[in-house]
């Protein structure tokens, strides 16, 4: 069965730092991938996804994500963290074989920032 | 556009009484979602439409959970006798074309059963 896994609950960086939140995931071939960011009280937003060709992807706020086939990771990284991405991230993988697009959540990880 | 649109966004309901949700997806969006969220959890898919037509449904949903999207616009989930286990937030995305491409998700709307 598919799973997706975000071992870190919670993180906490200071403002400036970088970050690497981890992904793994089981699934028998290469699934679509996506991270999507939720803040308190708002749905999930989408921070970047990869189908195919380059292994590392660029997304929206300054965030990019890279993926490893022989590690089955697609770990979220960005280079100096700003206060406002205190938030919550989750993984999440698509089947490539499945028509309807429904996705497959990890557990989320939680990231706090200090000042 | 503004939007995947969900209503009510806080519902309170006593053990053993019905609750309906709505969703209104960004419009000419073919493909609409219901998830579930738990408190520290990531969200579990429940089921999906595209357009009129329910394709695929979760085993997480259970007889007493029904959902419809009559005209292939928005669409309502409804739970019948509600348990406390269903306490959760119920999201709901929807997207165009193909796939896999970005689904947009509303803001939920969070069920409380007491």
């Known amino acids: 069965a598919q799973s997706v896994t975000q071992p870190d609950i919670h993180i906490t960086v200071s403002e400036g730092a970088s970050l690497e939140l981890r992904c793994n995931y089981s699934y028998g071939a290469t699934p679509y991938l996506f991270w999507y960011v939720q803040s308190p009280g708002q749905g999930l937003q989408l921070l970047l996804k990869y189908f195919s060709g380059d292994t590392l992807v660029q997304g929206i706020k300054g965030f990019e994500a890279e993926f490893k086939r022989s590690q089955s990771s697609f770990n979220l990284r960005k280079p100096s963290v700003h206060w406002s991405d205190a938030a919550e991230y989750f993984c999440?993988?698509?089947?490539?074989?499945?028509?309807?697009?429904?996705?497959?959540f990890g557990q989320g990880t939680e990231l706090s920032v200090k000042p | 556009d503004t939007g995947v649109s969900q209503d009510p966004r806080h519902k309170i309901t006593k053990r053993g009484q019905n609750v309906t949700f709505r969703c209104d997806p960004i419009s000419e969006h073919n493909r609409l979602y219901w998830y579930r969220q738990t408190l520290g959890q990531g969200p579990e898919f429940l089921t999906y439409?595209?357009?009129?037509?329910?394709?695929?449904k979760s085993r997480l949903l259970s007889d007493r959970f029904s959902a419809e999207r009559p005209k292939g616009s928005f669409s309502t989930l409804e739970i019948q006798r509600t348990e406390q286990g269903d306490s959760a937030m119920y999201l709901c995305?929807?997207?165009?074309?193909?796939?896999?491409?970005?689904?947009?998700f509303g803001q939920g709307t969070r069920l409380t059963v007491v």
């Open positions: 995305a929807s997207s165009f074309g193909p796939p896999n491409t970005e689904a947009f």
């Open positions: 439409f595209q357009n009129e037509a329910q394709l695929e």
């Open positions: 999440a993988v698509g089947a490539r074989n499945n028509q309807g697009g429904k996705l497959i």
